[in-house]
């Protein structure tokens, strides 16, 4: 029995030797990067929460965020700040590389992660909301009853503006609460949301805006070991010097997400949906353009839904665009130039806020109005141009046809037309040899009549 213990012993520990090497080797903590390169938005408030929930199954010790961005929608911006103040990962901001910045809603999501920094060579700041998309304004056009040029507040912008100074507000409240909750510099994120300030590294970093400044994510991973973090309310000490970064990238439908997202893409989408399913109509059996419009009508459908858009402007685009089909298949150039202007009107109209990377371009929306009522007056001219042709099949088409009668009895007989032999009746005498021609076509039976009078008058 002694034997025996001791053979069972042997064999745990050669078991227990082999195992725990990959066993360890399995429980090595790594940090994970995920770069947000571009303005902010649908397509990176996606990209971001995929990464947390990466970090999160694989139990990453950090979340490396590197930003290089000139902005974005604020829908997507606060969403992203939601998950960094909700995730259990610790969220490392870097700006980055040398050259890059985080502006206007990079700079409110560098404050909210857990830790934040910068390369050398980048800078932050700029974080003035972005005016509510509208109508634009005439060149050098003001308003009769507003306010002066003198008459100006911090942010430069036109006193009196209400809807401005709520949404500045609100921004300096957002920017402030997320400088206490990680015990950053709040007043000089107010100048940067009044003032559209900015900072270089070194004085971010002097400002306290920054923890600290690193030339890469190594060095970035060894600056952050052992700071003491706030992690969805509990307290944390970073373990991250030496870890092994692995880089998270953005598959195939964030990168599909990115484009389609931008509101001229979304834009063009339609137009090519809404053509192509029109052309399915007036060319049965097409099949392609039919397919081809459902799919991008569709996809832009869906990228609208996720862009913060004023659907009475969406209204008047599509207003507009069936205006313009009515008008190729029924010309009346009222209808042409009214869809022209609910396009524009709508194209004016469509987003709620524009933020950078997020705006129409009037060099796209432009040209496609006009590329669109160009369409509808082409296709208007060829369908007047066919309906005042003669029609050349049918009945319409036998209309003023010249027959011979080949037997006639009493008012009905049988005519020679088009090389067949039909039945035919007349309202007057006539008889073989007469010059007749077809008056209506009724059942298979001709209705004719004679062609010249004057010749034939004898006959009568």
Known sequence: ????????????????????????????????????????????????????????????????????T??????????????????????????????????????????????????PGTNLGAATPVEMGGLPSLPGGEKDNGPTKDQKDATGRPAGDAMMAKVTNDA????RSLAELR??????????????????????????????????????????????????????????????????????????????TDPNTAVILMLVGVYGIVFEFTSPGAVAPGVIGTICIVLGLYALNLLPINYTGLALMLLGIAFLVIEAVNPTVVLGLGGVAAFLLGAAMLLKVEGPGFALSWAVIGPAAVLTLGLALLTGTYVWAARRNPPRIGGEAMRGLPVEILDWQGGEGHVLALGERWRARADEPVGPGDSVEVTDVSDLVLTVRRRDAENNGARQ
């Open 70 to 119: 000139p902005g974005g929608l604020v829908t997507s911006m606060r969403e992203m700040i939601a998950d960094i103040l909700a995730s259990p990962v610790p969220v490392i901001g870097y700006v980055a590389p040398a050259g890059g910045h985080a502006a206007s809603a990079g700079t409110y999501i560098l404050y909210a992660t857990h830790v934040a920094a910068m390369a």
């Open 172 to 175: 300096v409240a957002l920017i």
């Open 183 to 260: 015990g950053r510099n709040g007043d000089w994120g107010e100048k940067a949301v009044r003032e559209a300030a900015s900072l270089s590294a070194n004085a971010a970093l002097q400002e306290h805006v920054i923890d600290f400044v690193a030339r890469d994510p190594a060095e970035l991973l060894l600056l952050a070991d052992g700071r003491t973090v706030d992690v969805a309310g509990r307290k944390q000490v970073l373990a991250t010097k030496g870890l092994p970064v692995e880089t998270l990238e953005p598959g195939w439908f964030i990168r599909l997400l990115a484009v389609i």
């Open 1 to 68: 029995m002694s034997f025996a213990r001791v053979a069972l012993l042997a064999v745990a520990f050669v078991v227990a030797a082999v195992v725990s090497p990959f066993s360890s080797a399995g429980s090595e903590r790594i940090a994970l990067s995920v770069a947000i390169d571009g303005a902010i938005g649908p397509a990176s408030t996606r990209q971001f929460e995929e990464a947390l929930d990466a970090a999160v199954k694989r139990d990453a010790a950090v979340l490396i965020l590197k930003l290089d």
